[in-house]
């Protein structure tokens, strides 16, 4: 395959037609701004990102994805919906791990749209989701795709936050996309009053060893004694429940990012029980295996008694 970077084109949109991407954005591949790079360096500096030592790893690509796939001509960022109305009667389970695993299935869904891309204008691509070190975010607003919040989430215009990210590198020049001229986030900051343990703050920066989402999901080992879970068993919603944008997101025509019921009615007390067979069977493909068993059931644990098998 002759991987040499190819005369600019415009994207077609039939080219995503019928994947169950909602929208997306053309970005030119070139290294990270510096004032971007050294707002992600100083978070790291102050240890912000807890346990998560990953993310200190690789800081070369995460500054310039043309490493990821030499003569990287155009970063092409993906909006694929997540959210289903019955999310909300899951009883602490945040609404991204209700379905099958999205690693899996926007990695599908990409790698579909990248074999469309080769066979239509040639060059080589490569399919990245939040498992490589890419700056996503960060390429979704120089896109055009969206801009973020407070809460730190991408806001897609008229959509909200709902969304997973995928990115296509390829070594096609496609006509950029251009940013947003505003930013989507009105500032009310009830983002920053709903989040249950202050790691929100007002200017967008965020504790990220405070966040629910990282206690329940990525902190392996005991956690304190006192920890107060909030009713969280899985993830956490709060901040994105709480912002008005997200006050009619579209719902997710795929159907196995759709809540499974198992998932879906799981309790606390349901999870105490388990056995590592169960544990298997009900989050076979789901990206609550990240977790483990000993994970979730340390977080069962900590959740209010009313919440447990009585």
């Known amino acids: 395959m002759n991987s040499a970077p190819c005369p600019c084109h415009d994207f077609r949109p039939s080219l995503i037609r019928d994947t169950g991407i909602y929208a997306f954005g053309i970005a030119d591949a070139a290294p ?3 004032h971007a790079h050294r707002i992600y360096n100083r978070w790291i500096e102050q240890k912000r990102h807890g346990s998560m030592l990953y993310m200190e790893r690789y800081s070369d690509i995460r500054l310039d994805p043309r ?21 909300a009667m899951s009883q602490g ?47 979704a607003v120089r896109s055009g795709l969206g801009t973020i919040g407070i809460n730190n989430q991408l806001i897609i215009p ?55 989402s990282y206690l ?26 709480a912002c008005p944008l997200n006050s009619t997101p579209p719902a997710t025509d795929i159907e196995e990012l759709k809540p499974r019921p198992e998932v879906l009615s799981l309790t606390p007390a349901d999870v105490l029980d388990m056995d590592q067979t169960r544990f298997s069977t009900i989050f076979s493909h789901s990206a609550i ?18 919440q447990k098998k009585d």
């Open 67 to 87: 490493l990821l796939l030499p003569d990287t001509a155009s970063v092409i960022c993906c909006a694929i919906p997540y959210y289903s109305p019955q999310s």
């Open 289 to 306: 295996k990240r977790t483990k068993l000993a994970g979730l059931r340390r977080n069962a644990e900590l959740l209010p008694t009313k």
């Open 93 to 139: 389970i945040a609404a991204y791990a209700l379905g099958t695993d999205y690693h899996e299935v926007v990695r599908r869904i990409l790698t579909g749209v990248a074999t469309r891309i080769t066979d239509t204008y040639g060059g080589a691509t490569r399919v990245c989701v939040d498992t490589a070190p890419i700056r996503e975010r960060y390429w």
């Open 158 to 212: 008229g959509a909200g936050t709902y969304f997973f990210l995928g990115e296509i590198l390829t070594t096609v020049h496609f006509t950029p996309t251009p940013p947003l001229r505003q930013n989507l986030c009105t500032a009310c900051m009830r983002c920053v009053r709903a989040c249950p343990t202050g790691a929100l703050k007002s200017d967008g920066s965020c504790d990220t060893s405070r966040c629910l």
């Open 32 to 34: 990270v701004d510096e």
């Open 216 to 241: 329940t999901i990525e902190h392996r080992g005991d956690l304190p004694s006192d920890t107060d879970l909030h009713g969280h068993l899985y993830g956490c919603d709060e901040c994105a429940r």
